[in-house]
């Protein structure tokens, strides 16, 4: 029975592992070219360029607590641009959805992370 309950125990582990990495929030945000917008905490993104008819952008996405550039070049609309930070190794994902003129529009989806009290409850 014992060898049993190991088991189980073993695989609700690997299950609250595996909630952990797909987890996500999504922050919807709009920025203008040649401006740069704070999209979530410790990120910017700054759009130098849109090509409307190719409907792709150039800029780059700061990771401030890092002081990390990330450059952004021909980003096409619906593409993901997949980065990490050194706080949290899991995928995090910049999307762009609309591309203007003078803007574009898109989503940032980074992975949630469990509160202390989630994570005690869950065990």
């Known amino acids: 029975m014992t060898t049993i309950n190991n ?3 073993t695989d609700a582990n690997r299950l609250d592992t595996v909630s952990k990495q797909i987890g996500r929030e999504r922050l919807a ?3 203008s070219t040649n401006r740069t917008r704070h999209v ?4 910017y993104v700054t759009v130098k360029h849109t090509d409307v008819a190719r409907q792709r952008v150039d800029g780059w996405m700061q ?5 990390r550039i990330l450059w952004i070049r021909g980003l096409g609309l ?5 980065f990490a930070t050194r706080a949290d190794n899991r995928t995090h994902e910049l999307v762009f959805t609309g591309i203007q003129e003078r803007d574009a529009t898109g989503y940032l989806l980074l992975p949630t ?9 869950s065990n």
Do not use: H, K, R, Y
């Open 7 to 9: 088991q189980v125990i």
């Open 29 to 31: 945000f709009e920025v």
């Open 40 to 43: 979530a905490s410790g990120i």
């Open 63 to 67: 990771l401030a607590d890092e002081g």
């Open 78 to 82: 619906q593409e993901t641009f997949p």
């Open 113 to 121: 992370s469990m509160s202390p009290s989630t994570a005690a409850s």
